[in-house]
């Protein structure tokens, strides 16, 4: 979905190195999501944030932090990357409250060596 | 806890044929169930969802899925499958009244393949 987009697309890294992964939308929506895709996994979700003041841990957060900006983005930070971080990350944005489904960014592939 | 299992890793149709994906859910309260297709390289598309209702939901590209309350189930179907639908396709719950953080639990993903 073009209105969300993160950067970059793919990344390599080596263990150790900070790392920060972006997302921006244009959706005006309130609420930003960042979750992990591992194979045979699904999705987990990292962090998630329902405006710029309000930023809750989710089910995997430790070894990442966030920082949301401004209500159009919304960062991941891997400050000492490892090799087990090696997955596909998604933002996603939603709007307010009750049943709405979420909107999601293309995903980067990152790769800790 | 909120739980969501998508049992077959993999589903293999011929095209035309009709095709199902099986999801079962596990929520204390009452549930917001949703499917997300993925193509390659891509993000998640949304297709459908179920808030409260008709049992059966229309979404897009064709599909439609059937909640049934009592088998805690959301599977998702397509009366003519198309070799374009072969994508993964996930499952996702929300808990309606006993999850504040509306996020979302996802099933781990089911691979449709649709041969010519």
């Known amino acids: 979905d073009a209105d969300v987009t993160q950067t970059p697309r793919n990344r390599i890294t080596k263990t150790g190195k900070r790392i920060m992964l972006e997302c921006s939308q244009t959706?005006?929506?309130?609420?930003m999501y960042w979750y992990r895709q591992d194979p045979g996994l699904g999705l987990r979700l990292i962090y998630y944030?329902?405006?710029?003041?309000?930023?809750n841990k989710g089910e995997i957060s430790d070894g990442y932090s966030v920082s949301r900006q401004a209500q159009a983005k919304f960062s991941l930070s891997l400050e000492s990357a490892i090799p087990n971080q090696t997955a596909l990350y998604f933002c996603a944005t939603s709007v307010g409250r009750g049943a709405y489904e979420q909107y999601f960014g293309p995903g980067t592939r990152l790769t800790v060596t | 806890a909120q739980s969501v299992a998508q049992p077959e890793d993999q589903v293999n149709v011929a095209e035309g044929n009709p095709l199902t994906v099986k999801c079962t859910y596990s929520v204390s309260g009452n549930p917001y169930l949703f499917w997300y297709v993925q193509y390659p390289n891509r993000g998640l598309q949304f297709l459908l969802k179920?808030?409260?209702?008709?049992?059966l939901v229309k979404g897009s590209y064709g599909f439609e899925a059937e909640f049934n309350k009592s088998q805690t189930s959301f599977h998702l179907k397509k009366p003519s499958a198309l070799v374009s639908d072969s994508a993964l396709y996930f499952c996702?719950?929300?808990?309606?009244?006993?999850?504040?953080?509306?996020?979302?639990?996802f099933g781990s993903g089911t691979r449709l393949l649709v041969r010519p």
């Open positions: 959706k005006g929506h309130d609420r």
């Open positions: 179920y808030i409260t209702g008709d049992n």
């Open positions: 996702a719950v929300r808990d309606a009244v006993m999850d504040s953080s509306y996020k979302l639990i």
């Open positions: 944030s329902f405006d710029v003041k309000d930023i």
